[in-house]
């Protein structure tokens, strides 16, 4: 089902937003107070980042053929879209958490 894949990259691109908020929030606090602590936080959150980026692309649906038949839906549909939304959860309550 096509649905699923958008379903599947709106999330996808929701946790990328908040994660470049986390991000900008790090960095502030690294400036702030040269943690290496938060240094771990910039290094795991530019991995989540880029982890994200790719769960974009691959649960974005393809461009339908020119003579209009139906898109197959692809064997990962669904467990990305289970995993965009366990992040977004997650990222979520972590960003409620951070944000000052």
């Known amino acids: 089902m096509v649905l699923i894949s958008y379903i599947g990259s709106v999330l996808a691109f929701a946790n990328i937003c908040i994660i470049i908020i986390l991000l900008t929030i790090y960095w502030k606090n690294y400036r702030k107070w040269k943690s ?38 692809s064997p ?5 879209l289970l995993i965009n939304t366990s992040q977004l959860i997650a990222l979520a309550a972590l960003l409620k958490i951070s944000w000052k």
């Open 36 to 73: 290496q602590y938060t240094i771990g936080l910039l290094i795991f959150g530019i991995f989540l980042l880029l982890q994200n980026i790719l769960s974009l692309y691959y649960s974005a649906p393809p461009p339908g053929p020119p003579g209009g038949h139906p898109i197959a839906e």
């Open 76 to 80: 990962h549909d669904i467990p990305l």
